[in-house]
């Protein structure tokens, strides 16, 4: 899986990060970040599949001290230059982890926030994710926050546009129940959808849940870029629209993704 994610790591801010998608699903989680943190000064974060650091440099620019970890060395190369461009080597670090191994790894410091972007958790089986919720409770304080963005079961978005294009077997891909081999780069992830209550269930014996939203229910998934990319007046619209319905957490079960916030009991 490290060798897919690679290969995208230098193009993958031109081809999401930066693109108006990429940027409109991105304030909406920052914008929840910014209520939980508002009051914080100094925390410690863990970033689980930090990807190209654009996080891991939000939280920095707040004052935090940041642990970004990913499988691919070439997205951690690329988090560590944002670093330094924004001279921010004193406020992040990053570490090579397999999130499927994480119980494996040697990290003797607990953190007061562990935080995973856009999908990261759905690379997980169904078994390394009935796994996981041990493995991080060790790793968080008493009190502190586990924030996961996450792709559900159903994305309304997603049924619509292939429907149209009378390719069925990916409008009703997340629904499946085995692994979707999802394309990156050439390659394929074999990719997990989890539902919400899922979530809860899984992480709900160590975590108590205190937050739900969805991220992207009017705001299209990021393979739809180049036709918004000049229909700047209907994106923008699309993006009220999104702020209108932020709050809605029953939406999280049919958006391009959704965020998920706990408290460690």
Not at 25 to 49: A, F, H, M, P, T
Not at 195 to 219: A, D, M, S
Request: glycine share 4%; hydrophobic share 40%; aromatic share 14%.
């Amino acid at each position: 899986m490290n060798s897919a994610f690679d290969s995208v790591a230098e193009n993958y801010d031109a081809t999401f990060t930066q693109t108006k998608i990429g940027k409109a699903q991105r304030e909406i989680v920052w914008g929840y970040l910014e209520s939980v943190l508002i009051d914080k000064d100094n925390l410690k974060i863990l970033e689980l599949n930090c990807g190209t650091g654009e996080d891991a440099v939000w939280f920095s620019k707040k004052g935090h001290t940041v642990l970004a970890t990913d499988v691919s060395d070439n997205m951690l190369r690329v988090t560590e230059i944002k670093a330094r461009k924004n001279n921010l080597n004193d406020k992040i670090e990053t570490k090579a982890i397999d999130l499927s191994k994480i119980n494996e790894v040697n990290i003797d410091e607990k953190f007061d926030l562990i935080f995973s972007n856009f999908g990261g958790i759905n690379c997980l089986t169904f078994e390394e994710l009935f796994k996981l919720p041990n493995s991080l409770s060790r790793l968080v304080k008493p009190g502190g926050r586990l924030i996961m963005v996450i792709m559900p079961t159903f994305c309304w978005w997603e049924m619509f546009y292939f429907s149209l294009k009378l390719n069925l077997k990916n409008a009703f891909r997340r629904s499946s129940t085995k692994s979707v081999k999802v394309k990156l780069n050439g390659e394929e992830i074999l990719t997990e959808y989890y539902t919400p209550i899922l979530i809860n269930k899984v992480f709900g014996k160590e975590f108590k849940r205190v937050g739900l939203k969805p991220v992207g229910f009017f705001i299209p998934p990021s393979y739809l870029k180049k036709f918004f990319s000049q229909k700047h007046k209907t994106f923008n619209f699309i993006k009220k629209l999104e702020l209108f319905v932020t709050n809605w957490s029953l939406l999280s079960n049919y958006s391009d993704h959704y965020l998920i916030d706990f408290v460690k009991k």
